[in-house]
Each structure stands twice: as structure tokens, then as C-alpha cells.
């Protein structure tokens, strides 16, 4: 691991996925195209050659994240995830989408020991921060998901994949441009970023993040071999203060409270969106002393922004200085 003053925060938190809603508007910058419109509560952005046709993607983008939203919206009542945290235990919820990003979920937990935990949902909504108000204690080991289903072992346990269903969302968004003859893009959900070749000017993607606005430091910038993706899990963005005691949307499983202390993001690259949202997710929630041992252990490229009396104080695991211009 190393050090440095780096620090890196995604613009949007973590959001629980609302209602989809797709607004396109185009922009254009030198050499580009600019797609954006909003979806789960969040803004999208897609940024490719100013050549290339857009139009034939605008409305697949919008069917997919329609689609997205009506299995994984733990906000909507006709969810299929909201339909799997009614049913009884051991009743199969046969959805393929949702058992996919259920087997990411749980493939994190393990390895994360448990930081990461698809059932923390109630905790989330006890702290102020969700939707599902019913379930038990938390206990991810209580789920199990093979190609179609997912099943539970206890009536009371509930599923929450806001902090994974995002990137598994940009993955299939970043998809589905490709499978439209598109090579060349940089699309972003809500803060987390999926680059496919190369920038007009024949260069790697770059991204500027942002960094919790009370700090006074430049933001960093990130290049991005084509293939990547980067997810941030952060404290900064949404969060309140209560009789002096500051509150997170991110939980630790382990004393089933928001996170303390002074990390305020962790930013993960990695090979897809789903596993650099899960990870950031799980590295947050396991802290500033554990979470960098840990993304050192499986070789993950993450980033520790850590606030001191001076400002922010980057600690970086495995290859991630390959990535900071």
C-alpha cells in the first residue's frame, strides 16, 4: 500500500433506486457527443465521437434502465425484489437478473467477510436512509442463488442490492452501446464510470472526481484503459448530523451502526461496474484500518480518502497509482 494526497469521491452517493425516468438532451464538446438524461434517482451521461448516430441507442437505453427499476427498486412495491422480500422461506424468486447480481453480492460478502451484506437493508431504513422497513437482523448467509432463483432460509430476511445494482446496471448499459456498433465510449451513472476504447484524441477516458466540497484540494483525475470501470462509496454525500453525532448512509454489518470515523471514500477500479460498485461498498463499511489490508489481500486496485487535520490523505492498495495522472 501507499500514500499519497490524493483523495477521490464520487459526485452521486450510493442511492437507493427510485423510479426510472430517461430525459436525453444532447451536449458536445471537442470531438464529442454528449447523451445524459436521469434514471434510479440519478443523472447518466454518455460521451462518445461526435460522428457516431445516437439516436438508434436513446431508446434502448431507456427500456433497459426501465427495466433495471422494475426488478431491483427496493422503493417500488411491483418489484421483483420487493416481491422476493414478501414471500416465505424457501419460495424460489425465478428471475435471472436478479439471481445473477444476488451471486455477486454473496461472492463479496464471503470475501469481504461480511462487510458487504446483501440483507442490510432494514438497518438502512432504522438510520434513515431506506425504504425497507420490515426484516429481521441482517444475515447475508441466510440467501442462497444459483442460475434463475434466489431463495432464503427465514421468512424475515429481506434483500437490498443498492450498493452492486448500480454497476450491474452500467454494465449492461455499456453493453448494449457496444452491441449498437459503438467502440469507442465513456458512459457514467450516477458517479460510476464504464470506458470502452478511447477518446477522440486517440488517448485513454480521463475522469475528474469530485471531493467532499469542505475540503480544499484539486480534484484528482483518473485515466481509463478501455474495459475499465470505477465505483466510489463514500460517507460525505449522504448523511446528517444528529446531537453532535455524524450519520452515514453506509452501515457496518459487524456493529449494525453507520460508519465513524475519518474515511470519507473509497474509489475502486476494476474489470467490471458490479464488482467496483460491491467493493467499494464493502471496502467503505470495513473501514480505514481494515479496508485497505483487505483490497490488498485479492490484488484490488482501490483508493482510501482519508480526512486529517491537514486534508485529505489518499492510501492506495495494489495497482491503483496505475490509474492517477
Known sequence: MTQNAYGLSR???IGAI??????????????????????FGTTWRLSLPEHVDQTPIEGAIDALFRRVDEVFSPWRTDSVLSHFNTQSAGTACR???LAAVTRSALDI???????????VGPLVARWGFGPIHHGGAPDWRGLSSDTDEVRKSHDDLTL?????????ALDRAADLVEAHGIRDFLFELG??????GRHPDARPWRIAVEIPPTIAQSQPVLRLPSGAAVATSGTWTQSYRHADNFYSHIIDPGTRMPISGALRS???????????DGWATALCAAGAEAGPDLAQSIGLPALFEIETETGLRGVETARMGEFLL
Not at 26 to 37: E, F, I, V
Not at 160 to 168: H, N, R, T
Open 266 to 276: 473509497v474509489t475502486v477500479v476494476s474489470e467490471t461496474a458490479t464488482l467496483a
Open 18 to 39: 427510485g423510479a426510472a425516468m430517461l430525459v436525453p438532451r444532447a451536449g458536445r464538446a471537442a470531438g464529442l457527443r454528449t447523451l445524459s438524461g436521469s434514471a
Open 11 to 13: 459526485r452521486t452517493a
Open 109 to 119: 460478502a464471503g470475501q469481504s467477510d461480511g462487510a458487504f451484506d446483501p440483507t
Open 160 to 168: 437490498d442490492l443498492c450498493g452492486i445494482a448500480k454497476g450491474w
Open 95 to 97: 428471475n435471472v437478473e
Open 191 to 196: 458517479g460510476e464510470f464504464a470506458a470502452r
